[in-house]
């Protein structure tokens, strides 16, 4: 139980151009996500927090106009890159805490390489 | 603001030798504590957690980790590794009673045969 699944896995796009990256908690219902961005050799960082139904929490430096996160269902939510540059290009992961456990528990799915050229 | 130090960036291994991967973190109040590892080409899997009570604690795969207040260390251990151990650990924490996970930078470990 407990899988979090990430679409797409990996993604091309020119600079200039949105893409969007979902998150699904295939087999329970998430009340809170989370977004994080992993640079090569270096550990998680969180982005923002996002629950059900209500805006996205985003980390300080974040940029919620160039993250734009959406969490429409419990089982769903959406990050969209806006106007990409070769910087944002990064592995990005979500994870999500479930309902019927404990919150502070966090599920994480497999991640998207983003790369921008 | 919190912070979770891991001080063993690579680590190399024979199979069957004992591993402690060292974790520390800074904050004085209430913390939640994980590690979790990551396979090659695979995502992040929960290997433990701690929340309260007894501060040692046994994971999957036959790890465990001891919390140790007086030392801010939540270290992760296992008496023998197996090729198959090889993966990067990560070391988190949450504190204050929230649910943002901080994690340490990671420690690449290598078991050879």
């Known amino acids: 139980g407990a899988v979090v699944s990430q679409h797409p896995s990996r993604v091309i796009c020119k600079s200039g151009t949105s893409v969007k990256i979902e998150c699904r908690s295939l087999d329970f219902q998430a009340t809170t996500m989370f977004w994080y961005r992993q640079f090569p050799k270096q550990s998680l960082m969180l982005m923002a927090t996002?629950?059900?139904?209500?805006?996205?929490?985003?980390e300080q430096g974040v940029e919620k106009d160039k993250f734009l996160i959406n969490h429409a269902s419990l089982t769903l939510s959406t990050l969209t890159v806006t106007s990409a540059h070769p910087e944002d290009s990064s592995f990005y992961i979500c994870s999500a805490s479930s309902l019927a456990d404990r919150r502070e528990t966090q599920y994480f799915g497999p991640g998207t390489r983003l790369l921008v050229l | 603001a919190q912070s979770v130090s891991q001080h063993n960036h690579h680590v190399i291994l024979s199979e069957a030798a004992s591993l402690e991967l060292g974790c520390n973190y800074s904050?004085?109040?209430?913390?939640?504590l994980f590690w979790y590892v990551q396979y090659p080409g695979q995502h992040l899997q929960l290997l433990l957690k701690?929340?309260?009570?007894?501060?040692l604690v046994k994971g999957i795969k036959g790890f465990e980790a001891e919390f140790i207040k007086s030392k801010f260390s939540f270290n992760l251990r296992k008496p023998s590794v197996q090729w198959s151990d090889t993966a990067e650990y990560f070391c988190?924490?949450?504190?204050?009673?929230?649910?943002?996970?901080?994690f340490g930078t990671g420690t690449q470990l290598k078991v050879e045969l």
């Open positions: 701690y929340f309260s009570g007894d501060p």
């Open positions: 996002s629950n059900e139904g209500s805006k996205a929490t985003y």
């Open positions: 988190a924490v949450i504190t204050g009673g929230g649910n943002k996970l901080t």
């Open positions: 904050y004085g109040g209430t913390v939640n």
